[in-house]
């Protein structure tokens, strides 16, 4: 069984550009969550998507975006790119919502210059 | 705001001890409860889960959980030099989200 892919593994981007993280959840999981991680804050809650509807969102400005189409794979777009914004972004794959385990995929490290 | 307490480390135990790695959390309405490793460079890998009070074993993992002092804890039994890592404790609020609130994370340096 496949794990939780994310595509690309690095990206290089230069301050103001855009970007999309590409994210495919474990076959049959339709909950996919995507959080950001620096070594100073650690991992940050970012968004959660179920069935194509985001459910919930962290406290990270407009910026950043996603959403998830019916086959479940997601993408997160952050737009107008800060030197901050340079972090391991990490997607995370569910069954459901309830007291499912989720699972990680290995990760897009984005850094901007 | 939900927070998730670990203590940073580094701990060091030397080969084949036991490694007790500690995690408080803020919101008594948390239900489930998770523990990672993360290697360095790496993504965080779940070792284990749980869900109600009392232990979970599972290998040389054991994970245990007491809701009325939101503490959960994991113990690594006979500790091996591939255990070094940082270990990550993760708490979940309830159903109808899939947020996880991490802790910072505890780094774990096993000697040999």
């Known amino acids: 069984k496949a794990g939780v892919t994310q595509t690309p593994r690095y990206l290089i981007k230069t301050r103001g550009q855009q970007v999309t993280l590409s994210c495919s959840p474990i076959s049959g999981h339709r909950s996919v969550s995507w959080y950001q991680q620096t070594p100073g804050q650690g991992l940050q809650f970012l968004f959660e998507?179920?069935?194509?509807?985001?459910?919930n969102k962290g406290n990270f400005p407009g910026r950043f975006s996603g959403r998830q189409f019916s086959n479940s794979r997601s993408e997160m777009n952050v737009s107008t790119l800060e030197l901050g914004d340079s972090a391991l972004y990490l997607c995370?794959?569910?069954?459901?919502?309830?007291?499912?385990?989720?699972?990680f995929g290995q990760g897009t490290r984005l850094t901007v210059v | 705001q939900k927070e998730v307490e670990q203590n940073s480390g580094p701990l060091s135990v030397p080969e084949g001890a036991i490694a007790s790695l500690n995690c408080t959390y803020s919101d008594r309405g948390s239900q489930s409860f998770f523990w990672y490793r993360q290697y360095s460079g790496k993504s965080p890998e779940l070792i284990m889960s749980?869900?109600?009070?009392g232990d979970k074993e599972d290998g040389r993992f054991t994970a245990q959980l007491n809701k009325a002092s939101q503490y959960v804890s994991l113990l690594i039994r006979d500790s091996q030099p591939s255990d070094s890592a940082t270990y990550l404790c993760?708490?979940?609020?309830?159903?109808?989200?899939?947020?996880?609130?991490f802790g910072k994370g505890t780094k774990l340096s096993v000697i040999p």
């Open positions: 995370a794959s569910s069954f459901n919502m309830g007291n499912t385990e989720a699972f």
């Open positions: 993760a708490v979940k609020a309830g159903a109808g989200s899939y947020q996880l609130t």
């Open positions: 749980i869900y109600s009070n």
């Open positions: 998507y179920f069935s194509e509807t985001q459910r």
